[in-house]
C-alpha cells in the first residue's frame, strides 16, 4: 500500500516527494522576524518555573522555599514514567514554590518554583559525555532524560520515550520545517547552530540506528538548508529535503506524508511506519546535554508582530515571565485596541492570559499582532455548507459534519466521523467564509467526550465495587446461615445420639490442652511475679518484654514494666480463678478440670463477681448496724449484692452442669 | 494589564460569506447582459423587483425571528437566490409572478427551514417550480430574440409590460411574441419538443426561424456568456470543477448515447448545452453549496445524477427543460450521498 524503502530513496533524490490532502497557504510573514541573529537576554528579576513542561507527569520537587540553586541544578526528579525534571535557569534563591499562572490557553494555576536570581548565574557541575560513542545505550537516554528534553517542536513528548525505543527505524526524521508563519525560531536556529544540530542527529544515529536521515525544511528558507546542508555533506546517510511551503506541512502525520506516503496508524505511532522524528531544537539540546552536560534551561523564542517594534528572535531562559520578552522586542499597545499576545503561531497558538506566563519548553514564538494584521474575528455566520474546510484539511475529515455534531452535542456521530483524528492544526477555520471558530468547537466536544468518559469509567468501577461488595455480603450471609445450619445439625445429633465417640475425643483433647495452658499459665506467673517484684530487670527475666523494651527510651521501659506488671496481675489472677474452679470441680468430679478454653473469660467473671459477692455481704452485714440512716442505700446494696450472688449461683450451677454432663460422656467412653 | 483571550487560529482569510455570494452575483453578470440584450431590458426589471422583494421579505423574516438583521442580510445570499430566480424567468412575466416567487423562495423554501444553511432545497429553484406550476402560462411566455421579434421594444416598454401586462404602445405578451415571419414564437427547447411530438425529425425541427443551425438564436450566446461567468467562479475558486463537470459530462454523455443510435430523434449533446439553462445550471445553480452534496465524491455523484436528470425529463418528461426539477430531486438525495460518500481519513484503512 504504502512506498517502500528504495521507491522513497529514489524519489527523495530526485526531490519527487509526496503530497498530503487539503492544508492552506497563509502569508508567511517570516522576513519580520528571521534577518536578524539570535539576541541574548539579560536576566529577569524573577523566574517561574513551572515542574510540568511537557506531556506525562511533572517530577516530584527536589528543592524547599529558601534553597539556594545553582544554574542547571535539577529543581524537580524524573521519578516517574512520563516525567523529565526541570531545572534552574540562573543561580539564586527558591522564593516560593506554589501555584502560578501556566503557558496553558486555561492559564490556570500550576505548580511552579519561583527563583530569584543571584546574578552570579553560576553554573552546577556539568558532565559532558563526550565520548558518547563509548557508553551503553541506557546511559545516553538517561542523561537524555536527566537533561530535561522534552519535545521543543509543540508537542513536547518526552525525547528519552521515543530515544529509548527498540524499533526497527528506517527513517529518523529531523523537522526544520517550521510551517506555522511568523514564527522562525528554528529557522535562525539552523542558520546559526546548524553543527551543534548535527552532533545531536548523530547522537540520535547512534541511538536509534535509522537506515537514512532525512531532514526535512521549508522551501521558504533557503539559507538553513544551506547551512545544514553543508553541515551534513560528511554524512552519506544524512539527506537534507527541500520540501513544498504549505501549512501544515511541519505536523508530524503530514511529514511523514509527505517524504514516505506512509501514514501512522490512527491509534498508531510514527514507528509502526519505520519513521521516527525529533525537531531540530531538539536535535541542538541533545547536543548541548551529551557533549556539554547541560541540561534545557534555555530556548529560542521569536518575538514578531507588527506591535513589536523590534522583532527578532531571542535565548529565553524556560521560566521567564512574558513581560521581559515583551519589552525586549519593544512591544507597544498601541496598535492594538485592546492587548493581545499569543503564545505559538496565529494558527495553533493560544492567547496568553498574563503577562507573569513563563516562557516553557514548547514556547517557539510570542505573536503580538497589530489589530489590521490579524483581525479578531467577528461572530460567526450560519454554516453555508461549502465544504472549503474538507478541502483545506490534511486529515481528510468533514469538518463541517465534525462542527454539526459537535455543536449539537451528538458526541457519538462526532466520533464516528472521527473526531479525535483532528490535529487541531486550524486550516479549516482559517478558510471558513462564515468566520466559525471550528476547532474551538472541536476541542470542546474532545474535552466533553473525554470528560464523559472519565465519568463513565468512575461510575463504572462504582459498580464493580458495589457488586461485589454486594457480592460479598450475600457469601458471607450465606456462610453464617450454612454455619449455622451445621451447628444446629450437630446439636441435633448429638442430642439424638446422646454422645457420640468423635464428641469425646474432642473433649479428651480440649481437656489435654486446656490441662497444657495452665501449667504453661502458672509457669508465667511465676515469672510475672518475679517481674512484678522487680520491675527494673523486668528485661531480663521476662521474654516478651524483653522484646518490647529493647529500645533504649526511659519512657518505654516504663511502659514495658507497666504492661509486665498487668500481666503478671492478670496471670495471677486466671490462675487463682483456675484453681478456684479446680476445688469446685474436684467437688463434683475428681477428673473435671475440664473447662473449654472459650469458657475461661466466664470464669475470670465468675470468679470476680464471687469475689464482689462476698465482698458486698460482708460489707452490709458489718455496715448495716453502724448506719442505720442510710438504710436505703444499704437495701439497694444488699438487694444488687443478692442479686449477683443469685447469678453468681446460677452460673456455678450451669458450670457444675456442663462439667457433669462432661464426666458423664467421659464415663460412657 | 487586561490580555484579550481568543480561540485559535488566529489567522483567517479575508474571504467571508458575503464575498463568496458576491463573488457568484458578479460572475451573473455577463450573463444578464447577454439576456437583456437579446430578450429586452425585462430581465434588468425583474431582476430588480425581486432583489427588493427577497430582501423585504428576508429583513421581516429575521425581524421575526429576532436575528442580527444587518449582518444576516449582508451575506448577500437573499440577493443572490432572488437574482438566480430572476434570470430564470421570462422577462416580461407580470410582476406579481416575479413577486411572488422570490417571497416564497425566500420565505418557504429558507427562512422556514432556519434560513442561510439550513434550507434542503435549493430556494430560486423551489420559487421556480412552484411558479411553473401555478402559473404556467406566465412562466413559459418567453419573447423571441430581438433579432427576430416583428415588434422592438426599450426600456419604458418592459416597464410597462411587466406592470400592466401592455407596451407603451398597446401591445399584449402574445402580440410581442410574433416573430418576423408572424408566427408566435417559442424557446429552441420547446420548438423541438413540439416538432418532435408532431412527428417532425430533428432536421426539421431545426428548420424553425428561431434557429440557426442547432443553436437557437439568441439562446447560445446567453448560455456562453453564463458559461464565461461560471469558468470565472471556477477560476476563483468560488466552486470547484465537481459539480458543473460532472453535470455536463453526464449530461453530454447520456444525450449523446441516445443520439448515437437515432440522430433523428434524439437532440445531440450539443443541442443540450446550448438550449435551455443546462450551463447556467450547472455552474449557478447546482453549485449552491447549501442544497449541494459537501463530500468530493458526492459532489461528482450529485453533478452527474442532475445532468442524467434533465436529459431524462428533456426527452420523456412533459416539460420542455428540466433544471429544476432535476436540482430540486438530487436536493433530496444530498443526505444519504454525503452520508456514503464520506473520504478516508488519514490514518484510517478504508472510509
Given at each position: 500500500?504504502?512506498?517502500?524503502?528504495?521507491?522513497?530513496?529514489?524519489?527523495?533524490?530526485?526531490?519527487?516527494l509526496w503530497d498530503f490532502p487539503g492544508g492552506v497557504h497563509p502569508p508567511q510573514?517570516?522576513?519580520?522576524?528571521?534577518?536578524?541573529?539570535?539576541?541574548?537576554?539579560?536576566?529577569?528579576?524573577?523566574?517561574?518555573?513551572?515542574?510540568?513542561?511537557?506531556?506525562?507527569?511533572?517530577?516530584?520537587?527536589?528543592?524547599?522555599?529558601?534553597?539556594?540553586?545553582?544554574?542547571?541544578?535539577?529543581?524537580?526528579?524524573?521519578?516517574?514514567?512520563?516525567?523529565?525534571?526541570?531545572?534552574?535557569?540562573?543561580?539564586?534563591?527558591?522564593?516560593?514554590?506554589?501555584?502560578?499562572?501556566?503557558?496553558?490557553?486555561?492559564?490556570?494555576?500550576?505548580?511552579?518554583?519561583?527563583?530569584?536570581?543571584?546574578?552570579?548565574?553560576?553554573?552546577?557541575?556539568?558532565?559532558?559525555?563526550?565520548?558518547?560513542?563509548?557508553?551503553?545505550?541506557?546511559?545516553?537516554?538517561?542523561?537524555?532524560?536527566?537533561?530535561?528534553?522534552?519535545?521543543?517542536?509543540?508537542?513536547?513528548?518526552?525525547?528519552?520515550?521515543?530515544?529509548?525505543?527498540?524499533?526497527?527505524?528506517?527513517?529518523?526524521?529531523?523537522?526544520?520545517v517550521?510551517c506555522e508563519p511568523?514564527?522562525?525560531?528554528?529557522?535562525?536556529?539552523?542558520?546559526?547552530?546548524?553543527?551543534?544540530?548535527?552532533?545531536?542527529?548523530?547522537?540520535?544515529?547512534?541511538?536509534?540506528?535509522?537506515?537514512?536521515?532525512?531532514?526535512?525544511?521549508e522551501d521558504n528558507?533557503?539559507?538553513?538548508?544551506?547551512?545544514?546542508?553543508?553541515?551534513?555533506?560528511?554524512?552519506?546517510?544524512?539527506?537534507?529535503?527541500?520540501i513544498p511551503t504549505k501549512y501544515p506541512a511541519g505536523g508530524?502525520k503530514q511529514l511523514?506524508q509527505v517524504?514516505?506516503?506512509?501514514?501512522?496508524?490512527?491509534?498508531?505511532?510514527?514507528?509502526?511506519?519505520?519513521?521516527?522524528?525529533?525537531?531540530?531544537?531538539?536535535?541542538?539540546?541533545?547536543?548541548?546535554?551529551?557533549?556539554?552536560?547541560?541540561?534545557?534551561?534555555?530556548?529560542?523564542?521569536?518575538?514578531?508582530?507588527?506591535?513589536?517594534?523590534?522583532?527578532?528572535?531571542?535565548?529565553?531562559?524556560?521560566?521567564?515571565?512574558?513581560?521581559?520578552?515583551?519589552?525586549?522586542?519593544?512591544?507597544?499597545?498601541?496598535?492594538?485596541?485592546?492587548?493581545?499576545?499569543?503564545?505559538?503561531?496565529?494558527m495553533m497558538?493560544?492567547?496568553?492570559?498574563?503577562?507573569?506566563?513563563?516562557?516553557?519548553?514548547?514556547?517557539?514564538?510570542?505573536?503580538?499582532?497589530?489589530?489590521?494584521?490579524?483581525?479578531?474575528?467577528?461572530?460567526?455566520?450560519?454554516?453555508?455548507?461549502?465544504?472549503a474546510c474538507a478541502e483545506a484539511c490534511p486529515a481528510s475529515l468533514?469538518p463541517?459534519?465534525?462542527?454539526?455534531?459537535?455543536?449539537?452535542?451528538?458526541?457519538?456521530?462526532?466520533?464516528?466521523?472521527?473526531?479525535?483524528?483532528?490535529i487541531e492544526c486550524g486550516a479549516c477555520a482559517y478558510v471558513?467564509?462564515?468566520?466559525?471558530?471550528?476547532?474551538?468547537?472541536?476541542?470542546?466536544?474532545?474535552?466533553?467526550?473525554?470528560?464523559?468518559?472519565?465519568?463513565?469509567?468512575?461510575?463504572?468501577?462504582?459498580?464493580?465495587?458495589?457488586?461485589?461488595?454486594?457480592?460479598?455480603?450475600?457469601?458471607?450471609?450465606?456462610?453464617?446461615?450454612?454455619?449455622?445450619?451445621?451447628?444446629?445439625?450437630?446439636?441435633?445429633?448429638?442430642?439424638?445420639?446422646?454422645?457420640?465417640?468423635?464428641?469425646?475425643?474432642?473433649?479428651?483433647?480440649?481437656?489435654?490442652?486446656?490441662?497444657?495452658?495452665?501449667?504453661?499459665?502458672?509457669?508465667?506467673?511465676?515469672?510475672?511475679?518475679?517481674?512484678?517484684?522487680?520491675?527494673?530487670?523486668?528485661?531480663?527475666?521476662?521474654?516478651?518484654?524483653?522484646?518490647?523494651?529493647?529500645?533504649?527510651?526511659?519512657?518505654?521501659?516504663?511502659?514495658?514494666?507497666?504492661?509486665?506488671?498487668?500481666?503478671?496481675?492478670?496471670?495471677?489472677?486466671?490462675?487463682?480463678?483456675?484453681?478456684?474452679?479446680?476445688?469446685?470441680?474436684?467437688?463434683?468430679?475428681?477428673?473435671?478440670?475440664?473447662?473449654?478454653?472459650?469458657?475461661?473469660?466466664?470464669?475470670?467473671?465468675?470468679?470476680?463477681?464471687?469475689?464482689?459477692?462476698?465482698?458486698?455481704?460482708?460489707?452490709?452485714?458489718?455496715?448495716?448496724?453502724?448506719?442505720?440512716?442510710?438504710?436505703?442505700?444499704?437495701?439497694?446494696?444488699?438487694?444488687?449484692?443478692?442479686?449477683?450472688?443469685?447469678?453468681?449461683?446460677?452460673?456455678?450451677?450451669?458450670?457444675?452442669?456442663?462439667?457433669?454432663?462432661?464426666?458423664?460422656?467421659?464415663?460412657?467412653? | 494589564?487586561?490580555?484579550?483571550?481568543?480561540?485559535?487560529p488566529?489567522h483567517?482569510n479575508?474571504?467571508?460569506?458575503?464575498?463568496?455570494?458576491?463573488?457568484?452575483?458578479?460572475?451573473?453578470?455577463?450573463?444578464?447582459?447577454?439576456?437583456?440584450?437579446?430578450?429586452?431590458?425585462?430581465?434588468?426589471?425583474?431582476?430588480?423587483?425581486?432583489?427588493?422583494?427577497?430582501?423585504?421579505?428576508?429583513?421581516?423574516?429575521?425581524?421575526?425571528?429576532?436575528?442580527?438583521?444587518?449582518?444576516?442580510?449582508?451575506?448577500?445570499?437573499?440577493?443572490?437566490?432572488?437574482?438566480?430566480?430572476?434570470?430564470?424567468?421570462?422577462?416580461?412575466?407580470?410582476?406579481?409572478?416575479?413577486?411572488?416567487?422570490?417571497?416564497?423562495?425566500?420565505?418557504?423554501?429558507?427562512?422556514?427551514?432556519?434560513?442561510?444553511?439550513?434550507?434542503?432545497?435549493?430556494?430560486?429553484?423551489?420559487?421556480?417550480?412552484?411558479?411553473?406550476?401555478?402559473?404556467?402560462?406566465?412562466?413559459?411566455?418567453?419573447?423571441?430574440?430581438?433579432?427576430?421579434?416583428?415588434?422592438?421594444?426599450?426600456?419604458?416598454?418592459?416597464?410597462?409590460?411587466?406592470?400592466?401586462?401592455?407596451?407603451?404602445?398597446?401591445?399584449?405578451?402574445?402580440?410581442?411574441?410574433?416573430?418576423?415571419?408572424?408566427?408566435?414564437?417559442?424557446?429552441?427547447?420547446?420548438?423541438?419538443?413540439?416538432?418532435?411530438?408532431?412527428?417532425?425529425?430533428?432536421?426539421?425541427?431545426?428548420?424553425?426561424?428561431?434557429?440557426?443551425?442547432?443553436?437557437?438564436?439568441?439562446?447560445?450566446?446567453?448560455?456562453?456568456?453564463?458559461?464565461?461567468?461560471?469558468?470565472?467562479?471556477?477560476?476563483?475558486k468560488?466552486?470547484?470543477?465537481?459539480?458543473?463537470?460532472?453535470?455536463?459530462?453526464?449530461?453530454?454523455?447520456?444525450?449523446?448515447?441516445?443520439?448515437?443510435?437515432?440522430?433523428?430523434?434524439?437532440?445531440?449533446?450539443?443541442?443540450?448545452?446550448?438550449?435551455?439553462?443546462?450551463?447556467?445550471?450547472?455552474?449557478?445553480?447546482?453549485?449552491?453549496?447549501?442544497?449541494?452534496?459537501?463530500?468530493?465524491?458526492?459532489?461528482?455523484?450529485?453533478?452527474?445524477?442532475?445532468?442524467?436528470?434533465?436529459?431524462?425529463?428533456?426527452?420523456?418528461?412533459?416539460?420542455?427543460?428540466?433544471?429544476?426539477?432535476?436540482?430540486?430531486?438530487?436536493?433530496?438525495?444530498?443526505?444519504?450521498?454525503?452520508?456514503?460518500?464520506?473520504?478516508?481519513?488519514y490514518?484510517?484503512?478504508?472510509?
Open positions: 500500500m504504502y512506498a517502500d524503502y528504495d521507491e522513497i530513496i529514489e524519489r527523495i533524490s530526485v526531490q519527487a510573514q517570516k522576513e519580520l522576524s528571521n534577518t536578524t541573529p539570535i539576541e541574548t537576554l539579560p536576566l529577569p528579576d524573577m523566574f517561574y518555573v513551572p515542574i510540568k513542561q511537557h506531556i506525562g507527569t511533572g517530577g516530584q520537587i527536589l528543592v524547599n522555599e529558601g534553597d539556594y540553586v545553582l544554574k542547571g541544578q535539577a529543581l524537580s526528579a524524573n521519578d516517574l514514567a512520563l516525567s523529565v525534571p526541570v531545572h534552574a535557569p540562573t543561580s539564586g534563591t527558591v522564593t516560593n514554590i506554589g501555584e502560578h499562572v501556566s503557558a496553558h490557553p486555561s492559564g490556570i494555576g500550576e505548580l511552579t518554583i519561583c527563583i530569584k536570581p543571584d546574578g552570579l548565574d553560576k553554573w552546577t557541575d556539568l558532565v559532558p559525555l563526550k565520548d558518547y560513542v563509548n557508553h551503553p545505550k541506557h546511559d545516553l537516554v538517561n542523561a537524555i532524560c536527566k537533561a530535561g528534553i522534552s519535545g521543543l517542536g509543540g508537542a513536547g513528548f518526552p525525547t528519552h520515550i521515543k530515544a529509548g525505543e527498540h524499533k526497527d527505524i528506517e527513517f529518523l526524521i529531523i523537522n526544520g517550521e511568523y514564527i522562525s525560531s528554528d529557522d535562525r536556529l539552523m542558520r546559526e547552530h546548524a553543527w551543534q544540530i548535527r552532533q545531536g542527529i548523530d547522537i540520535l544515529v547512534h541511538l536509534i540506528k535509522p537506515k537514512q536521515v532525512l531532514v526535512a525544511i528558507k533557503p539559507e538553513a538548508i544551506e547551512t545544514l546542508s553543508v553541515a551534513c555533506q560528511q554524512q552519506t546517510k544524512y539527506q537534507v529535503v527541500s508530524e511523514v517524504l514516505t506516503s506512509r501514514e501512522i496508524p490512527t491509534d498508531g505511532l510514527p514507528a509502526d511506519v519505520g519513521c521516527m522524528m525529533f525537531n531540530v531544537g531538539t536535535c541542538f539540546a541533545i547536543s548541548d546535554a551529551i557533549m556539554e552536560g547541560k541540561p534545557l534551561i534555555e530556548r529560542i523564542v521569536t518575538l514578531t508582530g507588527d506591535a513589536f517594534d523590534a522583532p527578532k528572535n531571542v535565548w529565553a531562559r524556560l521560566g521567564t515571565p512574558i513581560s521581559h520578552l515583551l519589552s525586549a522586542g519593544s512591544y507597544s499597545t498601541s496598535k492594538q485596541e485592546s492587548p493581545r499576545v499569543i503564545m505559538g503561531g496565529p497558538g493560544f492567547t496568553v492570559s498574563s503577562l507573569q506566563t513563563p516562557v516553557v519548553k514548547i514556547t517557539n514564538c510570542l505573536l503580538a499582532p497589530a489589530d489590521k494584521e490579524l483581525p479578531t474575528p467577528e461572530d460567526e455566520r450560519a454554516c453555508i455548507r461549502c465544504s468533514l463541517q459534519q465534525l462542527f454539526w455534531y459537535s455543536k449539537a452535542k451528538e458526541y457519538d456521530i462526532a466520533q464516528e466521523y472521527n473526531l479525535f483524528d483532528c471558513c467564509p462564515s468566520e466559525i471558530p471550528l476547532v474551538h468547537y472541536y476541542r470542546k466536544a474532545k474535552a466533553d467526550i473525554r470528560i464523559q468518559q472519565e465519568e463513565k469509567e468512575k461510575a463504572e468501577k462504582a459498580r464493580i465495587r458495589f457488586e461485589a461488595r454486594q457480592e460479598r455480603l450475600l457469601k458471607e450471609k450465606l456462610e453464617r446461615e450454612e454455619k449455622h445450619r451445621k451447628a444446629a445439625e450437630a446439636r441435633k445429633q448429638s442430642m439424638n445420639k446422646d454422645g457420640g465417640a468423635a464428641k469425646d475425643k474432642i473433649a479428651a483433647a480440649l481437656a489435654r490442652a486446656k490441662a497444657k495452658k495452665e501449667a504453661l499459665a502458672q509457669q508465667q506467673g511465676d515469672n510475672a511475679t518475679v517481674t512484678n517484684t522487680e520491675p527494673q530487670e523486668s528485661t531480663q527475666t521476662s521474654g516478651r518484654a524483653r522484646v518490647e523494651s529493647k529500645a533504649p527510651s526511659d519512657k518505654k521501659d516504663k511502659v514495658a514494666a507497666a504492661i509486665a506488671r498487668a500481666k503478671a496481675k492478670k496471670l495471677a489472677k486466671s490462675e487463682a480463678v483456675s484453681e478456684d474452679k479446680k476445688s469446685d470441680n474436684e467437688a463434683v468430679s475428681q477428673e473435671s478440670n475440664i473447662v473449654s478454653s472459650d469458657r475461661k473469660k466466664e470464669d475470670s467473671a465468675q470468679g470476680a463477681a464471687e469475689n464482689a459477692a462476698v465482698d458486698s455481704t460482708v460489707t452490709t452485714s458489718s455496715d448495716s448496724p453502724e448506719k442505720k440512716a442510710n438504710d436505703k442505700k444499704a437495701k439497694v446494696a444488699a438487694a444488687i449484692a443478692k442479686a449477683k450472688a443469685k447469678k453468681l449461683e446460677k452460673a456455678k450451677m450451669n458450670e457444675q452442669d456442663n462439667t457433669q454432663a462432661n464426666t458423664q460422656n467421659e464415663s460412657n467412653d | 494589564m487586561k490580555l484579550t483571550l481568543k480561540s485559535s488566529h483567517h479575508r474571504r467571508d460569506t458575503g464575498q463568496v455570494m458576491r463573488l457568484v452575483i458578479y460572475a451573473c453578470i455577463p450573463g444578464i447582459i447577454a439576456q437583456t440584450w437579446y430578450f429586452g431590458f425585462g430581465t434588468l426589471i425583474q431582476v430588480f423587483l425581486a432583489i427588493v422583494t427577497a430582501v423585504v421579505t428576508e429583513t421581516i423574516i429575521l425581524e421575526l425571528r429576532k436575528k442580527n438583521t444587518e449582518r444576516v442580510i449582508k451575506d448577500y445570499s437573499a440577493v443572490l437566490a432572488a437574482l438566480l430566480l430572476a434570470i430564470s424567468i421570462p422577462s416580461f412575466a407580470p410582476w406579481w409572478v416575479i413577486v411572488i416567487g422570490t417571497f416564497f423562495s425566500i420565505a418557504i423554501v429558507k427562512q422556514l427551514y432556519g434560513g442561510l444553511g439550513y434550507n434542503m432545497f435549493n430556494p430560486a429553484m423551489g420559487g421556480y417550480v412552484m411558479l411553473l406550476i401555478s402559473f404556467p402560462m406566465q412562466m413559459t411566455s418567453w419573447l423571441p430574440p430581438l433579432s427576430l421579434a416583428e415588434q422592438t421594444h426599450g426600456f419604458i416598454d418592459a416597464v410597462y409590460m411587466v406592470f400592466t401586462g401592455y407596451t407603451s404602445t398597446g401591445f399584449n405578451i402574445e402580440q410581442l411574441r410574433i416573430g418576423v415571419d408572424g408566427v408566435t414564437m417559442a424557446t429552441p427547447l420547446d420548438s423541438v419538443k413540439t416538432d418532435l411530438s408532431q412527428g417532425f425529425t430533428l432536421t426539421e425541427a431545426y428548420t424553425n426561424s428561431i434557429f440557426s443551425g442547432i443553436y437557437g438564436q439568441g439562446w447560445a450566446v446567453v448560455s456562453l456568456a453564463y458559461l464565461l461567468g461560471g469558468l470565472m467562479l471556477i477560476k476563483t468560488v466552486i470547484s470543477w465537481h459539480i458543473p463537470g460532472s453535470m455536463i459530462l453526464a449530461a453530454v454523455l447520456f444525450s449523446g448515447l441516445f443520439y448515437l443510435v437515432q440522430p433523428d430523434i434524439y437532440a445531440s449533446p450539443l443541442f443540450h448545452l446550448m438550449n435551455g439553462s443546462l450551463i447556467i445550471g450547472a455552474f449557478f445553480i447546482a453549485t449552491d453549496p447549501v442544497s449541494g452534496a459537501t463530500t468530493v465524491k458526492g459532489r461528482v455523484i450529485f453533478g452527474a445524477a442532475i445532468g442524467l436528470w434533465i436529459i431524462i425529463i428533456r426527452v420523456w418528461g412533459g416539460y420542455p427543460d428540466a433544471v429544476a426539477f432535476a436540482v430540486l430531486i438530487m436536493n433530496m438525495a444530498v443526505p444519504l450521498i454525503d452520508y456514503y460518500t464520506q473520504p478516508r481519513t490514518g484510517h484503512k478504508s472510509s
